[in-house]
């Protein structure tokens, strides 16, 4: 069985008032085993 | 006498060729996974190649052998035979036995243990409030970016549409809302009419800038992950987010392995599968889960009532089922790691 996300995100770098970045990144490999709960991006 | 020795003979002799037999196609099995797993470290892309297996495949009758399968699975242990049956199964498939909600004994059948609940704890949430946790544990086989005219790759040479995948039915009111006026409408050319979705609208113009606010433009991305047999096999919310709609798409129900991945074409959009689409609180959020031969049936938390994997003699001759939840505009609000949905054997 397979699961697919497809989803929106904020793509180009802009900072809010606090400096902070809001680009989307994913924070894993091809490859990868993850667990349920574990951040795919941020 | 001598009948009964002959006899004697050929039924251990039948038995140590099948077994043989059955040895071989292991090894080999075993050696290509080997191969693959070598290529893929040395960072070569599996291709496409279409063989003569997956044409097997397409002629037989997958959603039935997937029912029976799911029959067998069900059929009730005594209560002293079952922890050497789920051992045994979590042996073969490298399950964690020590996350089982219940004592191994209280699994009634193959197909409850094979969708156990986990005990307490043992899947902590990500708690950053930005982040989009992974709904199930797997393989990551592909993420990235949607950038427009692009698809998402199977392996490869092989590619589907997100269109494909997640179906075409318009979600007016809520791509009105979020498209802010700055994204022209598209046109459905197949009837003429004018329809606008959340996907199409974000595939067509995926880089939206919200005008109210110094909020960042806004991108489409997908992440595949791929449950093997012995893998925790529910889904959990990714997000915070409302869930709008259901679309169930009746399939076939090809293994989604990785051999069948290199060599079934558009595997992802011709298998059985269920979608929700709905928001979040960067936009757009969809999450399809799809079937495969062993694991037929897709069971929605939300919505208990759902039945995948019937009888039915014609596949991909009726638009997908849909159901908008209640309230309109709402829809089921979910939290971040909520339950929304189990894969069920056959």
Redesign the interface.
């Known amino acids: 069985?397979?699961?697919?996300?497809?989803?929106?995100?904020?793509?180009?770098?802009?900072s809010?008032e606090d400096g902070s970045s809001?680009?989307?990144k994913?924070c894993?490999?091809?490859?990868?085993?993850?667990?349920?709960?574990?951040?795919?991006?941020? | 006498s001598s009948s009964s020795e002959g006899n004697a003979f050929f039924v251990p002799g039948a038995t140590v060729a099948t077994i043989l037999m059955l040895g071989v196609l292991h090894a080999r099995r075993l050696y290509e996974d080997k191969k693959m797993e070598e290529a893929?470290e040395k960072g070569i892309e599996i291709e496409f190649s279409p063989d003569k297996k997956a044409t097997f495949l397409r002629l037989m009758p997958l959603r039935t052998i997937s029912r029976i399968w799911g029959n067998v699975t069900s059929v009730e242990y005594p209560i002293w035979l079952r922890p050497y049956i789920y051992k045994a199964w979590a042996r073969a498939f490298h399950s964690n036995l020590e996350e089982a909600a219940l004592p191994l004994d209280q699994y009634a059948s193959l197909r409850d243990f094979f969708v156990r609940t986990l005990k307490e704890g043992s899947?902590?949430?990500?708690s950053?409030p930005?982040?989009?946790?992974?709904?199930?544990?797997?393989?990551?086989?592909?993420?990235?970016?949607?950038k427009p005219g692009t698809m998402?790759e199977q392996v490869k040479g092989a590619s589907y549409s997100?269109a494909s995948?997640?179906g075409a039915r318009s979600f007016l009111s809520i791509a009105q809302d979020d498209a802010i006026g700055e994204i022209d409408e598209l046109e459905n050319t197949s009837n003429g009419a004018s329809k606008k979705s959340w996907?199409r609208v974000?595939l067509a113009s995926?880089?939206v800038r919200d005008t109210t606010s110094?909020?960042?433009?806004?991108?489409?991305?997908?992440?595949?992950?791929?449950?093997k047999p012995g893998d925790?096999?529910?889904?959990?919310s990714?997000v915070n987010w409302q869930v709008f709609i259901r679309r169930h798409f009746p399939g076939q129900l090809y293994p989604?392995n990785e051999r069948a991945r290199r060599t079934i074409k558009n595997l992802?959009v011709e298998n059985e599968r269920v979608v929700l689409e709905g928001q979040?609180e960067?936009?757009?959020?969809?999450?399809?889960?799809?079937?495969?031969t062993n694991?037929g049936s897709i069971e929605l938390a939300i919505e208990p009532e759902l039945r995948t994997n019937r009888p039915q003699k014609l596949l991909h001759s009726e638009p997908p089922k849909e159901r908008v939840y209640e309230p309109e505009g709402v829809g089921v609000v979910l939290k971040k790691?909520d339950e929304v949905a189990a894969?069920n054997m056959g």
């Open positions: 069985s397979t699961v697919v996300l497809v989803f929106q995100a904020p793509v180009c770098k802009a809010d809001q680009e989307f994913f894993v490999k091809r490859g990868d085993k993850v667990r349920m709960g574990e951040a795919l991006g941020r | 893929r899947r902590p949430i990500d950053d930005h982040s989009l946790a992974s709904p199930v544990d797997g393989t990551i086989l592909r993420f990235g970016e949607l998402i997100a995948l997640l996907w974000s995926p880089k110094v909020r960042p433009m806004k991108g489409v991305f997908y992440c595949v992950i791929y449950l925790y096999h529910r889904v959990h990714p989604v992802y979040w960067e936009g757009f959020m969809a999450l399809a889960a799809i079937g495969a694991i790691g894969f």
